[in-house]
């Protein structure tokens, strides 16, 4: 029996749901938030003086209260304590991308030879792990290691179990020894602080003087795929680059649009059930889940938080479905383009700002045309993408997310602005002059006498769009799977920060404190910002060849590839933009740069080294091994004098030759390296991605001609089928 048909025999064993959760004994809302030091745990835990400034802290961004932390530090000890915690680990999130954690024991031996259990509010506040090996991107050497974690108060510490004990998990800021931003938590913070700032002029200018504080808010949907982890052992790389090098597209793929929203067998929903069930314990609001286009493509998404809060439950979320996959003997993969020919995966990151006072900010409600304030901020919306749409294609590139932008299936690398009939009518009437109307949402009757009339929107969704209104928020659908959303988070709220101060000081000029003056000034702002910076706004089928040309010639940016991308990062306008608000300075600008740039190429290479790894030692062996049967066939023939078609054995041996050609084609290029990083990236996505290509095309014909006993491979209609 072959190895793959052994791996096929164990999945087939393995393949029934495994029941984990006592599902009846304890309702899934009873264990919400139940490993969550919240507000509500630390109301009923600390003195109430110390509540009420921790409070502030987190409600109002007021400066912590040194004598707060030791008091906080010793009751969430105890709290972890009793949860089984036996260590905390300050958490936080470095240029990589990933989860980073240093785990230190609360346990401590005292002068008898007993121990006890310490934690202070100076060890909860700051800690100090080794930052040597992080990428930096050159804002420091490498043998200047010292790092600080800084205590996120706003983001609350939580449990993380595993099977044999418990750790007491606290997010956290990371910074240098000189207090540059190291991480992507940071310039978050330093973004939302900013927004908040500007947001409370306009707010001021229209009546609200109750400095609620305005947060931006966050709700980002996950896309993955599911495979059986036995696959995993015999697919060197998937587990090197998180996606297949080589593959066939099999027989069956999406084209009947079966998966989509089909019923969802019992081994994912168990899967899922358990998922739900691990976030809802750690406070994360999870609310949807569903078979996405793709076979063997899921999505789970989560109801809004304020962006830092998002950030932090996103990270866990990927973490959990990945932990929980293999609990459930499955792989969860979360990269953008797992498998060719088949549905990408994104992270759709819904957008919008408010406060407790106000609500959503971007609320249009049922006559957006009388509603001038929403109108103000979402026109600020528009001239922020305009604006600095190069910005948020920079932020949402990577080596995996350059497979899926623009392949009609995800939006295309040019950033527009899709607004829905009836806001795209108001504004276009704002620029001739004034708005008068909105257009009216209605009923839709089905036409079953049994089926209730259904409330009708006023205008339809648009799937193509990268930037799009979806009713209240704004949906920005170009960030990547495997992506945190703290870069697209940042970039947006620094770019509305910039436009919403613009608006405001024009209002705050025009209007002179006459608050009778404010609804000519406004009238005349918008109408300013349409016309200079409608351009943006496209409501038509974004995957259109058209579309590509009429973006041109509107001036949009089309940035196809991270090459392209990534230098709109340090452009001096954007690096003046980010250093303004005090979200990144100019020397954090160009180490984010320098990282992303570092991690394209560094991806691509991984990927190069694999697929030459696995063409010259499984399926070039694999196709030898058929071209052997083959000859050994036809000479057995001709020996018998029967006549032998050879066709197959010729054109079996001239896939080998090319394979072979490919794969010394692709070496020669490895060879040699840029000095400049940039030059080298472009190489890396110019040449040695298209050299991959070349080897996986001639792999895949070998895929569809050598014997099924011989391929070594499991196939994608294997990994994407069976679970």
Known sequence: MSGRAKILAAINKNKQPKATIAYKEKNSIDVFGENVFSMS??????????????????ENF???????????????????????????AHVFFPLTGATAEKHDSFLVPDISGNAIAEFSGNTLIQGEPDASSFPSGGLRQTFEARGYTAWDVTSPAYIMESPNGATLCIPTAFVSWKGEALDKKTPILRSMQALNIQAQRILKLFGDDSGKIVSSTCGAE?????????????????????????????????????????????????????????????????????????????????????????????????????????????ECLLHEKPFAGVNGSGKHCNYSFGNASQGNLLDPGDTPHENAQFLVFCAAIIRGVHKYAKVLRAVVASAGNDHRLGANEAPPAIISIFLGEQLADVFEQVKKGGATSSKEAGIMAIGVDALPDLPKDAGDRNRTSPFAFTGNRFEFRAVGSDQSVSGPLVAMNTIF?????????????????????????????????????????????????EWQEEASKRGLPNLKTTPEALPALIDDDVIELFNKYNVLSMEEMNSRYETYLEQYILKVKVEARTVVEMA?????????RYQTELADSCLKMKELDVDCDASALKNTAGLIKELKAGIEA?????????EDALEEAKKCCKKILPAMLKVRETADKLEGVVADDLWALPTYQEMLFIR
């Open 666 to 674: 692709l070496e020669a290029l490895m060879a040699h390296e840029e």
């Open 616 to 624: 010259n030692t499984i399926i070039y062996p694999s196709a030898v």
């Open 62 to 88: 007021s400066q912590l209260n040194d004598a707060v932390a030791d008091v906080v530090a010793s009751a969430m000890k105890d709290w972890a304590i009793e949860k089984g915690a036996t260590h905390y």
């Open 222 to 330: 996950q896309e993955y795929f599911l495979i059986d982890k036995c696959f995993l052992s015999a697919r060197p790389d998937i587990q090197a680059a998180g996606r297949t090098l080589f593959g066939a597209a099999a027989p069956k793929g999406q084209q009947f649009d079966d998966h989509y929203f089909g019923a969802i067998t019992d081994r994912v929903l168990a899967f899922m059930f358990e998922v739900e069930r691990e976030l809802y314990r750690l406070g994360i609001p999870v609310k949807t889940r569903h078979n996405e286009v793709a076979p063997g493509q899921y999505e789970v998404a989560p109801v809004f938080e304020t962006s830092n809060l998002a950030t932090d439950h996103q990270q866990l979320t990927m973490v959990t479905l990945k932990k929980i996959a293999k609990k459930h003997g499955m």
């Open 41 to 58: 745990a630390m109301k009923k835990r600390l003195p109430k003086d110390i509540y009420k400034s921790l409070k502030d802290t987190v």
């Open 497 to 545: 920060t910039d436009s919403i101060n613009y608006v405001a000081t024009e209002l705050e000029n025009a209007t002179a404190g006459d608050p009778s003056k404010l609804n000519e000034a406004v009238q005349n702002l918008l109408k300013k910002i349409m016309d200079e910076h409608g351009s943006v706004i496209f409501n038509g089928d974004n995957y259109t060849d």
